[in-house]
């Protein structure tokens, strides 16, 4: 018995264009994504093909019960329940350090925590295992956690609450008073958005959070930021899209020195690459037929873009200046290459396609404990 792995065919087979817009819930997401992999063990089900169809299975009723009772420490007139700390600390083992930012873990238990009283129910518990079962799982849990009130609709308090509470965008200030929150809230912000807007202002906010950025350091407003700035936004607003490879050559890549200046352009392009690299791999793909040792010529890697108007030819010349960093010369891109500046991207899907599979099921010495 292994512990579960998606398998990488699987993530990079899987679309997952929308899910750069989802930065902001990257770290919760990861948080309950790698716990849930230590947690849950793989015996009887093809994961790789459940993933692909995205056709999750529901837990076991009475199994659910069983988990429940064993971390809720809770009673309300004889009906047990679960506080923030039993679910996100006890039971997903995440923040296990004593000095834990309380906030955060309140935050992450309320998109279980429907009603919104602190607690969690057992039907709570239930219904949360269903969101993590449907095919927008990731939506669905960042919706429950922002709406606040439990009104099935966010307002503009409700949006900035949270993301004030992210890190990044306390760092970058992002601007609450702006044209971009002003159309999705309405100039006097105080429209309620509803789910699938949501998902929408989810989206657009993370590449509003850089152009913002982008805007604050570009003191002389004359469309440049300098390498240093540069990589300071990546580092900060944009880490989720950097492997460690990009991350270690971002000074390199805009310019090589630290007085260099990146353009408005070059910015836009270089995180449209990031944004879109399973869909450089898709073209790559497709040109290899199969063989993966395949080396691509700047020129035939333009060629097979054609068919893909989203991706732009600065874009694919940042590729290639990225792939003659790691391989100086050689003027080619391979699928490695592609690998080497996806990698931690990969790895953040894969915990995000562990996270739908995540069932509330325990590892298999504590079901054993349970079930006969
Ligand atoms: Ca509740």
Redesign the pocket.
């Known amino acids: 018995m292994a512990a579960l792995e998606t398998p990488r065919e699987t993530a990079t087979s899987t679309s997952m264009n929308n899910w750069s817009g989802l930065g902001l819930m990257g770290a919760a997401m990861r948080g309950i994504g790698g716990s849930v992999v230590r947690r849950v063990h793989c015996e009887h089900v093809d994961y790789s093909s459940q993933a692909t169809r995205g056709s999750i299975q529901r837990a076991n009723p009475d199994l659910l019960r069983s988990i429940f009772e064993q971390y809720a420490s809770e009673e309300e007139r004889g009906v047990k329940?679960m506080t923030s700390d039993d679910f996100i600390r006890k039971y997903l083992g995440l923040y296990p350090e004593p000095n834990y930012n309380r906030e955060t873990v309140r935050l992450l238990a309320s998109a279980a925590?429907?009603?919104?009283?602190?607690?969690?129910?057992f039907e709570?518990f239930v219904a949360f295992e269903a969101i993590l079962c449907s095919p927008d799982a990731l939506y669905l849990t960042a919706f429950e956690m922002f709406d606040n009130n439990a009104s099935e609709s966010i307002t503009c308090d409700e949006f900035e609450k949270i993301i004030r509470h992210t890190q990044p965008v306390m760092e970058m200030d992002f601007d609450f008073n702006s044209d971009f929150i002003k159309r999705y809230f309405g100039a006097d912000k105080k429209r309620q958005i509803r789910y699938h807007d949501f998902c929408q202002l989810l989206h657009d906010f993370y590449e509003e959070q850089g152009v913002q950025a982008f805007q604050r350091y570009d003191k002389e407003k004359n469309g440049y930021i300098s390498s240093v700035d540069f990589q300071h936004i990546m580092m900060t607003v944009k880490s989720h899209l950097l492997s460690s490879f990009v991350k270690n050559n971002l000074i390199a890549v805009s310019g090589g020195t630290a007085s260099h200046k990146v353009s408005f352009p070059y910015y836009a392009a270089f995180n449209g690459l990031l944004s879109k690299m399973e869909l450089m791999k898709r073209v790559y793909l497709t040109q290899a037929r199969g063989n993966l040792q395949l080396e691509l010529s700047k020129e035939d890697f333009l060629h097979a873009t054609q068919s893909y108007a989203q991706i732009t030819p600065y874009e694919v010349e940042i590729l290639f200046h990225l792939a003659d960093l790691a391989h100086p010369g050689s003027k080619v891109v391979t699928f490695r290459d592609l690998e080497r500046f996806d990698a931690e991207r990969l790895k953040r899907i894969s915990y995000i396609m562990r996270l739908t599979n995540l069932k509330a099921v325990q590892s298999k010495e504590e079901r054993s404990a349970f079930t006969a």
Do not use: N, R, W
């Open positions: 329940m925590d429907t009603t919104k009283d602190g607690l969690i129910s709570e």
